[in-house]
């Protein structure tokens, strides 16, 4: 059973940045997709970015150049670095695993397997 952590959300200004971590118990690295997923109120959930099995990383079209995800499988952490962060990325983030390759497309959160609780930012 797999067992995901979001930390590190919390309130920022326009322009400012956070640093989310997903902390997953077990080692799962060499077996999953790990992905941020975000979701804002009255809105669809949205992929952020992946990170696979060989630390290759994927991102959202609209998330490439301010967000940057890394994973550490020493403590089995992965990090979401959100930088220039503006209201519109106000949401609840989460952090999912699914096993083989990684998917942020429309709906992709149906393939994810696990999931954390969440972590709210909030932009204003």
């Known amino acids: 059973q797999v067992q995901l952590v979001e930390s590190g959300g919390g309130s920022v200004q326009t322009g400012g940045s956070l640093r989310l971590s997903c902390a997953a118990s077990?080692?799962?690295?060499?077996?999953?997709?790990i992905a941020w997923f975000r979701q804002a109120p009255g809105k669809e959930r949205e992929g952020v970015a992946a990170?696979?099995?060989?630390?290759?990383?994927a991102y959202e079209d609209s998330m490439k150049g301010r967000f940057t995800i890394s994973k550490d499988n020493t403590d089995n952490t992965v990090y979401l670095q959100m930088n220039s962060l503006q209201p519109e990325d106000t949401a609840m983030y989460y952090c999912?695993?699914?096993?083989?390759?990684?998917?942020?497309?429309?709906?992709?959160?149906?393939?994810?397997?696990?999931w954390g609780q969440g972590t709210q930012v909030t932009v204003s």
């Open positions: 999912a695993a699914r096993t083989g390759s990684c998917a942020l497309g429309t709906a992709a959160h149906h393939l994810y397997e696990y």
């Open positions: 077990g080692y799962i690295h060499s077996r999953y997709c």
């Open positions: 990170i696979d099995r060989v630390n290759t990383p």
